[in-house]
């Protein structure tokens, strides 16, 4: 199989076996993912709406922790302001609403892609923006109808990266900002807990980036400007316990879905469409 970033046909180098897949590396780029890769229609059948609520598929409870994403996001939404974003804002992979709300409360025209169909209506309900219960790559994007758009924490999923940028970038109007986020595979937090890094988690993230193979993935779709910003990783209590062997009752319940941002784990990139 060749690598879904460069395109390389050779055979890829072994990297990591962990929870029952393999992990390899393209011997040109550098891009890890699961060997082998999934279809596109296999990995988007694990993002329903009970994605939100299993610790062991994906989230604890997500509505529950919303309060620990929303600190983030809006930290994130101050540094696209320092860029100049503003208009019409399209968040892809919006779960339940929590960064629309934000947006919209700084004057975003905001609206969502969610492919789980009761959680994207939480979202339409609780941010009062347009969400389509649709997956990215069967989304109508019309060319250049949006200034900014949004990807945190989706790209890691996707077995097409190069496709999903594109069809972003033609989205964006000229000089319109992407805003990624991704799992850094390359910061000290992975190099440091090795198998045991949290993030590794082969049934859901299928490709891991690192600050070389993000900018070239945003260069290969045809974003200029790259640049990587501080960004906190933020976790809940409870959803610290549960990815940790830390005993469950030592976290009293009134704490379990606050939370913190950890200053690591997280790459956070913006680029420019041309």
């Given at each position: ?33 699961v060997d ?14 009970a ?24 930290r ?47 979202a ?69 807990s090795?198998?045991?890094?949290p ?11 690192t ?64």
């Amino acid at each position: 199989m060749s690598c879904p970033l460069c395109l390389d046909a050779r055979p890829a180098r072994h990297e990591l076996d962990v929870h029952g897949s393999t992990l390899v590396r393209c011997r040109r780029c550098g891009l890890v993912r699961v060997d082998p890769l999934p279809t596109a229609a296999e990995a988007e059948r694990l993002y329903d709406d009970a994605y939100f609520r299993d610790a062991e598929r994906g989230y604890v409870d997500y509505v529950a922790d919303e309060r620990v994403f929303r600190s983030e996001f809006r930290r994130r939404l101050r540094v696209l302001a320092r860029l100049g974003a503003e208009g019409r804002l399209l968040d892809v992979g919006c779960a339940s609403g929590a960064l629309l709300t934000e947006a919209k409360a700084r004057g975003f025209d905001a609206s969502g892609l969610e492919p789980a169909p009761a959680t994207a209506r939480r979202a339409a309900e609780v941010s009062g923006c347009p969400v389509s219960a649709v997956a990215l790559r069967d989304a109508l994007l019309a060319p250049g109808a949006y200034d900014v758009i949004t990807l945190f924490d989706v790209l890691e999923h996707l077995v097409d990266p190069r496709a999903a940028l594109r069809r972003l970038r033609l989205a964006l109007a000229p000089g319109g900002l992407l805003a990624v986020t991704v799992p850094d595979y390359g910061g000290l937090w992975a190099h440091l807990s090795g198998s045991r890094w949290p993030f590794l988690t082969p049934w859901e993230h299928v490709l891991y980036f690192t600050r070389r193979t993000l900018t070239a993935a945003l260069a290969t779709a045809g974003f200029e400007q790259v640049r990587f910003h501080p960004a906190c990783t933020p976790l809940s209590f409870g959803t610290l316990v549960a990815k940790s062997p830390v005993p469950a009752a030592l976290v009293p319940p009134f704490l379990r879905h606050r939370g913190v941002g950890l200053p690591a784990g997280t790459l956070f990139a913006t680029a420019r469409s041309v």
